[in-house]
T-cell receptor, first 111, second 115 residues
Framework: GENVEQHPSTLSVQEGDSAVIKCTYS??????FPWYKQELGKRPQLIID?????GEKKDQRIAVTLNKTAKHFSLHITETQPEDSAVYFC??????????FGAGTQVVVTP | DGGITQSPKYLFRKEGQNVTLSCEQN?????MYWYRQDPGQGLRLIYY???????QKGDIAEGYSVSREKKESFPLTVTSAQKNPTAFYLC??????????????FGPGTRLTVL
């Protein structure tokens, strides 16, 4: 089945700097790669996603890149702000449409 | 995701008791999912349902049961056979499970604590 690994597990950045989170997956049938942001005690919220027919997608300060050959995808947050502090999860779908989630990255943005 | 509700928000269970967590959606989504989240860990799939009256086991189904009698409802029962049920439980739904329809939206979660 699908296996998704996510790194790093924690990431501390200075406000205004960039943050990068990387994920690898194992199932070559995966076609959909969402990223979720979860604040403490809250539900995960979809922040950006990418499908396999696209190599890069950007939405304001966040972007996602996908390398299908290498089976990895990354989340990039530029000009980080304190409200970006949260846990971020990557996921990849399998051939049945189920998601396998990474273990999460705790991002801390310090002023 | 505002169209998915879960109740209760907090639930306390004594050992040996079965408890049922509610999940309702008004998004007209065909697919629904239950995940378990433990501190510092990702989301693990318990059960999922692609269509009403059908459901499949996920990665950690032991000690749990579900039903899908109505499209909008997917309740999860945590049975006494689940040895370590204390966790945060998240329900999600999607329009479908393939192509452009598999974007999942999450409910607010239920925090279950075993006393």
């Amino acid at each position: 089945g699908e296996n998704v690994e996510q790194h790093p597990s924690t990431l501390s950045v200075q406000e205004g700097d960039s943050a990068v989170i990387k994920c690898t997956y194992s199932d070559s049938a995966s076609n959909y790669f969402p990223w979720y942001k979860q604040e403490l005690g809250k539900r995960p919220q979809l922040i950006i996603d990418i499908r396999s027919n696209v190599g890069e997608k950007k939405d304001q300060r966040i972007a996602v890149t996908l390398n299908k050959t290498a089976k990895h995808f990354s989340l990039h947050i530029t000009e980080t702000q304190p409200e970006d502090s949260a846990v971020y999860f990557c996921a990849a779908d399998d051939s049945w449409g189920k998601f396998q989630f990474g273990a999460g990255t705790q991002v801390v943005v310090t002023p | 995701d505002g169209g998915i509700t879960q109740s209760p928000k907090y639930l306390f269970r004594k050992e040996g008791q079965n408890v049922t967590l509610s999940c309702e959606q008004n998004l007209n989504h065909d697919a629904m999912y239950w995940y378990r989240q433990d501190p510092g860990q990702g989301l693990r799939l318990i059960y999922y349902s692609q269509i009403v009256n059908d459901f499949q086991k996920g990665d950690i189904a032991e000690g749990y049961s579900v039903s899908r009698e109505k499209k909008e409802s997917f309740p999860l029962t945590v049975t006494s056979a689940q040895k370590n049920p204390t966790a945060f439980y998240l329900c999600a739904s999607s329009l479908g499970t393939s192509g452009a329809y598999n974007e999942q939206f999450f409910g607010p979660g239920t925090r279950l604590t075993v006393l």
